[in-house]
């Protein structure tokens, strides 16, 4: 017995070597190419009008033949919109959007019904097959159920029968509200309601496809799960919806990665995600973002503007967020947690690389409402070139958050002259039995740190990516093993030439 | 024994060389040829030029080269960038190893190897031979394995970190290796670990120079050569007792000597 213990005790450690080494191969090649999922498919789609009116959103519904009280959920939500103004308390500098010029809904033409792969367009499955996201059954991923969605629709969901035998639901949010009518009905909109902001009223109003999972209670679910989102078309926006239920006792990890062809217009992505975790369930959450960054002179590119929020509704729920964020011309984000259950726990981990001229403003709220709750933030801003990258985040204790305790940490790594970094850390606190620690740093890779390794034969690109990398190590830890070599296949940026 | 090293082509050839920093003269023409076999030590003075010389072998960036040439086995390799000269078997052990957050030593040392091996036309190690190797490396130095997954350098004591110097060198197997104040900032017992380490990777092939103050690393490993530096030339040259006598008539001399001339 002694014998096999030490026997999978060493397995463990060489797979657990092997994993950060995969792990440590994503930054290298972040940095070292180029962008290689611009390319465009060229395939029919279906079309309507550019433009955003009732009309449009009534079109919208229609075309997915949604029940009433969706209509009037997006109707609700398109009034409030209307009376909104688009935020600019970031300070990110973007022309402004004209959202009459963007088309709402683009779909690639295929049979009105597909009951099996075979039936999709060979140019989809090939799309994602060069993505490195083969959906066809010889071909799939083997510990990943992935859910396609291809501009407005989702294409494919592999694994269904085999997840549907433990009860999982995973499937697109269109399918869903006509299979699972009562569960969204009482969840959408429950996390990030449609007034929340700007671009949640927006998404609410048009949102066109996404993934939805149901863990039911005492179900872990036995595959990582995966949406892959690719935006095709120059000139609609993309408007995804993703809700994940996890009920008393469950957990699962799920990761999104999302890619788009290089246009010289701007594209603008806006999503949102909603996790609610009962009891004792927990979710994790992994984004690998890649979105077209734009070109060296900041043309084109997307814009993401994103409202990623979870809630911890049970006692002892978690909910942990993961995120490396290399792409998009602006990227606006804030995963966040609403701890509510006693002793609920939310994580944020997350790596944003900017180059060039991107613009990246993002981080958590972690808001801390019931009891012995806890939250751990932990970010690391790398920004090249021109870029701007901030961290900013909330960390708010209410007045019954007792014995609650949050830790934060905030690095930012420099390279070059030119780019720069700011965090800023907002902290309410109305409960003073609670424990707030931040800390927060700024480094930049020093000219005797990059000749010690040059010295010892490494390559010049090669030394700041392993130094990079290393920065980045206590996030990448926290990504889930099973998406690495994934994640390894999405992320690619190009630092080459920043620095010096 | 001179005679018959002699036979062979030098390893490094520094010729006449001067260079600066920010516009400020260093180095004001400086010779040495090293052929393999040989040890040489550089001695002198805080400041007179010694640490520099031994960068800009090494191809350190900020140091410009305003006359003279660098030869290594018989190229020059004055515009060459530092990752070239150190995969072509040019070794610098540091008077100050550099600490590096995050990067697992154990990494550091397989890819610095393999770029290494690559120039070698060496297969390069996965992660599995490599540990072997460093395993078998590690014993030359006395380092516990626990060194390898800790960062490069970070939160090392000076003796460890001269000793992962050390390390380093046996696993590049370098032509010539130039260690920089190796024996600073190191007890006695440590002192003859990383002694013996160097002797034990150097052979008939390999030049070393050793730069230093004290006349204790000397007394471990005894060198052919013993060159003083002052105000950014070699005032003389010797054989190991030059350095018994430096240690008895202090740096003074070199000062009066400068006055002389």
């Known amino acids: 017995m002694g014998v096999s213990f030490v026997k999978v005790y060493k397995d463990n450690c060489n797979r657990l070597f092997l994993d950060n080494m995969v792990k440590e191969n994503l930054v290298k090649d972040v940095v070292k190419e180029p962008y290689k999922y611009g390319f465009i498919t060229d395939i029919e789609t279906e079309k309507i009008a550019k433009g955003l009116n009732e009309d449009i959103i009534r079109l ?34 973007y022309k402004k959007i004209d959202y009459q010029d963007i088309i709402y809904y683009s779909a690639p033409k295929q049979k009105e019904k597909i009951s099996s792969l075979d039936e999709v367009d060979p140019k989809l499955l090939e799309t994602f097959d060069k993505l490195g996201i083969p959906l066809t059954e010889q071909k799939k991923l083997t510990n990943v159920a992935v859910d396609a969605v291809f501009d407005s629709v989702s294409i494919a969901t592999t694994f269904r029968e085999e997840l549907a035998g433990h009860g999982v639901i995973f499937c697109s ?53 995966s949406s892959y989102f690719r935006i095709n078309s120059g000139d609609s926006g993309q408007f995804e919806r993703t809700l994940i239920i996890a009920e008393e ?47 060296e002179e900041g043309v084109g590119g997307i814009f993401n503007f994103v409202t990623k929020r979870g809630k911890c509704l049970g006692k002892r729920s978690k909910i942990s967020w993961s995120q490396v964020e290399t792409g998009s011309a602006i990227t606006w984000k804030y995963p966040s947690c609403l701890l509510l259950g006693e002793e609920s726990v939310g994580e944020f981990y997350s790596v944003a690389l900017t180059n060039n001229l991107q613009q990246a403003d993002t981080g958590t709220k972690m808001i801390h409402i019931g009891p012995k709750t806890k939250s751990t933030i932990v970010s690391k801003g790398i920004s090249a070139g021109n870029s ?88 990448f830890n926290q990504l889930p093993m099973e998406f690495a070599a994934e994640a390894d296949k999405l992320l690619s940026l190009k630092l080459e030439g920043s620095v010096g | 024994m001179q005679s018959k090293m002699k036979e062979s082509y030098p390893i490094l050839e520094v010729d006449n060389l001067f260079a600066s920093t920010d516009n400020l003269p260093i180095l004001k023409g400086v010779s040495l040829t090293v052929y393999p076999g040989e040890i040489h ?117 000076g003796g460890e970190k001269k000793r992962n ?47 230093t103050h ?38 003074e001399w070199t000062d009066n000597f400068l006055q002389q001339t």
């Open chain 2, 165 to 211: 110097e050390i390390l380093q060198m046996a696993l590049l197997e370098p032509k010539i290796a130039i260690l920089d104040e190796t024996d600073s900032g190191l007890d006695i017992d440590a002192l003859r670990i990383v002694a013996s380490g160097i002797k034990k990777i150097s052979n008939a092939q390999t030049g070393i120079i050793l730069i």
């Open chain 1, 173 to 225: 949010i269109s399918e869903a509200v006509k299979t699972h009518s009562d569960l969204i009905e009482k969840y959408l909109g429950t996390v990030v309601p449609a007034s929340d902001n700007y671009f949640a009223a927006l998404n609410s109003a048009v949102f066109s496809d996404g993934s939805f999972v149901y863990i039911p209670k005492g179900v872990k679910c036995p595959m990582d799960l």
């Open chain 1, 60 to 93: 919208i519904s229609q075309k997915k033949e949604e029940p009433k009280y969706l209509l009037d959920f997006r109707l609700k939500a398109f009034k409030k919109w209307q009376k909104m103004e688009e935020p600019d308390w970031a300070g990110l500098g």
């Open chain 1, 388 to 475: 701007i990258n901030s961290y900013r985040g909330l960390v708010k204790m209410g007045t019954k958050a007792t014995g609650s305790r949050n830790y934060s940490q905030c690095d930012s790594m420099l390279i070059g002259d030119q780019a720069s970094a700011n965090t800023f850390p907002y902290i309410k606190s109305q409960q003073p039995n609670s424990d707030i620690e931040h800390e927060a740093s700024t480094c930049r890779i020093s000219e005797d740190q990059l000749f010690y390794l040059q010295s010892r034969g490494i390559e010049f690109e090669e030394a700041i990516s392993m130094m990079v990398s290393g920065f980045c190590r206590d996030v």
């Open chain 2, 41 to 157: 030590a550089i001695m002198g003075r805080n400041g007179c030029g010694k640490s520099t010389l031994s960068k800009i072998i090494a191809g350190h960036p900020s140091y410009n080269i305003t006359n003279g040439e660098i030869k290594f086995s018989g190229e020059n390799i004055n515009s060459l960038e530092p990752e070239e000269r150190a995969q072509s078997g040019i070794f610098l052990g540091f008077q100050y190893p550099i600490e590096i957050p995050g990067v697992s030593n154990l990494e550091f040392l397989r890819v610095s190897t393999n770029a290494r091996r690559k120039f070698l036309n060496k297969e390069e190690l996965d992660t599995f031979d490599f540990e072997e190797l460093v395993k078998e490396k590690l014993e030359l130095v006395k380092m516990d394995q626990a060194f390898l997954s800790r960062s490069v350098n970070q939160g090392f004591s």
């Open chain 1, 249 to 295: 006792s469950s957990s699962v990890s799920y990761l999104e990665g999302c890619t788009a062809p290089m246009f010289d217009t701007n594209t603008l992505h806006a999503a949102v995600v909603e996790l609610i975790a009962l009891d004792d369930a927990s979710i994790k959450y992994s984004t690998v973002q890649n979105w077209y960054a734009g070109d």
């Open chain 2, 214 to 251: 004290y006349q204790r690393l000397l007394d471990e490993i005894e060198p052919n050569y013993v060159h003083v530096m002052a105000d950014g030339q070699i005032i003389k040259t010797g054989g190991s007792d030059l350095a018994v006598e430096l240690e008895k008539k202090g740096y």
